[in-house]
């Protein structure tokens, strides 16, 4: 198969993909059992590999490392002597293969201890006691993993842009969505927990940060279809009414998340760039809605051997900014400003809603210009004009909101109802 981004069908796999999330959530409580706790769980997940599925080493014996090969189909444990163990991947019921399981890390020299019972799937049965005969569909893995692989290149590109605290790109096995977490550096409310067969502590720990979370899930928890998902926590006001792109993307009620099928993505004219839309406008709507600090936070996107500027050399090139001439463009209903840096243009749209009255609706950084407080240079005239002319403002832009939140002295501008 040459296409990187294969179709998928949830409903014709889904005893396989069942079965698939069950293996995995027995290796991963292997490897969540015997690896010191990392925050928000991130030492129990996997990554994704060009074969497969890998845990990266787990301190348990003189060092084990597994690895789903979906390719050929196998588990693979490895140790730091240098053996190797393996064992199919094939039609099985669960009970066996925690019993293959449990044998490959005693013959690596590990010692088999975790916990035995499946987490956040309905009606969990304990490992060693489901006995219920599981497919396994070789071709439907094989182009699942086809999927993770060009996913995967679109979520590590994504983080790349940002300099504040971010999660790896990886697996979680609870849920089986590969996701990518930004964090605000924030301590957010207590999360009320309660997800089914998820201990509350975990669930807790995980979200004592406000974060933005964009992922993947091949289908289930609630959809019938492999889907992208994107949440905040907390959800700032109008968050589930932001504008987000593309088209095809929209807000799930029941699952309280922004959702873009699969489909739409993989049959779009560029699958990569129909997926960095949703990563991007969902991002920004939460960061611009809960005031994230996005200049500090945020840089240009990450291009091989390119070395991104350190913050002093981003802090002259932002003195610069503030030295370029903001042009406006102001017509009878509406108008933008606009700021060129190095060749790039920024702007901030505007629309006039009676006499003495604008609305700024819209402000465009380039990722070019991130983290050189273009934005703000934006907001800041259009607030030194609004003083000259008498006018007053209405900030319906998020970015516009957040900074005029931020800076009380230019709050003096603002429309009052």
Not at 171 to 187: C, E
Request: include cysteine.
């Amino acid at each position: 198969m040459t296409n990187r981004w294969p179709h998928l069908d949830y409903l014709s796999w889904r005893e396989t993909f069942s079965a698939l999330h069950l293996y995995l959530q027995i290796a991963g409580k292997y490897r969540l059992a015997h690896s010191p706790w990392m925050n928000h769980s991130w030492n129990a997940t996997f990554y994704v590999t060009p074969i497969g599925l890998a845990s990266s080493p787990i301190p348990d014996g003189p060092g084990i490392e597994i690895l789903f090969d979906l390719r050929e189909h196998r588990v693979v444990g490895t140790c730091g002597d240098g053996r190797t163990s393996s064992f199919a991947l094939e039609p099985m019921t669960v009970a066996a293969f925690h019993a293959r399981f449990v044998r490959l890390i005693s013959e690596l020299g590990g010692t088999p201890t975790f916990n035995g019972q499946p987490n956040e799937v309905p009606n969990p049965v304990p490992f060693a006691e489901d006995h219920r005969d599981r497919p396994y569909d070789r071709d439907a893995v094989h182009r699942y993993h086809q999927a993770l692989v060009a996913i995967e290149r679109v979520l590590s590109r994504f983080r790349t842009s940002f300099v504040g605290k971010s999660s790896p790109v990886h697996l979680f096995w609870g849920a089986l969505d590969l996701a990518v977490t930004r964090f605000s550096g924030r301590r957010a409310p207590l999360h009320p927990a309660g997800i089914p067969a998820l201990p509350d502590d975990v669930a807790r720990e995980a979200y004592d940060r406000e974060v933005s979370s964009a992922g993947f899930w091949p289908g289930g928890n609630g959809i019938d279809y492999p889907a992208f998902y994107a949440y905040a926590y907390p959800a700032p006001n109008g968050y589930r009414a932001a504008a987000v792109r593309p088209d095809a993307a929209f807000w799930h009620e029941g699952l309280s998340e922004f959702m873009l099928p699969y489909d739409a993505v993989q049959s779009a004219a560029d699958p990569d760039e129909a997926l960095m839309a949703f990563l991007v406008s969902t991002y920004e709507a939460a960061a611009d809605l809960g005031g994230w600090d996005r200049d500090l936070l945020e840089c240009a996107p990450g291009r091989p051997r390119q070395v991104r500027p350190s913050d002093a050399a981003q802090a002259g090139s932002a003195a610069s900014v503030g030295d370029v001439t903001v042009e406006r463009e102001d017509g009878p209903s509406k108008g933008r400003y606009r700021l060129i840096v190095d060749g790039v243009e920024a702007e901030m749209t505007y629309s006039r809603a009676g006499e003495g009255l604008i609305i700024i609706d819209h402000t465009e950084v380039p990722a070019a210009l991130r983290g050189r407080k273009v934005g703000e240079r934006l907001v800041r005239q259009a607030i030194e004009d609004a003083r000259r002319g008498g006018v007053a403002i209405i900030p319906l832009c998020p970015f516009a909101k957040a900074q005029i939140g931020r800076h009380p002295e230019w709050q003096d501008v603002l429309h009052r109802s």
